[in-house]
């Protein structure tokens, strides 16, 4: 949710960081949480629906609008992309998408046996890598 926070706080109010790390962004609300269903064992069919509209009422927002993949149109800012290639939770056509709407400099990083988890634990060598050259170009 970190990254999707931070993906629509620079897209809706116009934040400039001077660069943006992402690690699994989902994206939409609507397919995260479909994911999550299939991933309980219960059919997706019509209870994320149904979660994403009333979690939205509740909230005071529209949840079928939330999408990262929209969002990322307004971001001009160098990015990092990290994603785990087992990840249940988010698709690596979600992650692609997002990575295809960036507009500024992008790099990515795949992690090919991680989930939806902290890659620093599990991938320290890869992911200190990755983010230390990520870093280093933009100075």
């Known amino acids: 949710m970190g990254a999707v926070a931070a993906m ?3 897209a809706k109010y116009n934040i400039s960081p001077t660069s943006l790390i992402l690690e699994c962004p ?6 995260t949480t479909k994911a999550r269903f299939i991933q309980m064992g219960f059919p997706s069919f019509p209870m994320s629906s149904l979660l994403v509209f009333w979690g939205g009422m ?15 149109d307004n971001i ?3 990015t990092l992309l990290l994603y785990g290639q087992k990840d249940l939770k ?10 295809a709407n960036l507009k500024g400099l ?18 320290e060598k890869e992911w ?9 170009s933009r100075r």
């Open 128 to 136: 200190k890598a990755a983010v230390t050259e990520f870093l280093d």
């Open 106 to 123: 992008k790099s990515k990083t795949y992690c090919p046996e991680a989930g939806h988890e902290n890659y620093l634990l599990r991938y």
């Open 58 to 72: 509740q909230q005071k927002f529209n949840g079928f609008k939330h999408n990262p993949i929209k969002y990322a």
């Open 8 to 10: 629509r706080a620079v």
């Open 26 to 31: 989902f994206g939409t609300l609507t397919e």
């Open 90 to 99: 988010v698709s690596e056509k979600e992650t692609e998408s997002i990575f």
């Open 76 to 78: 001009y800012v160098p």
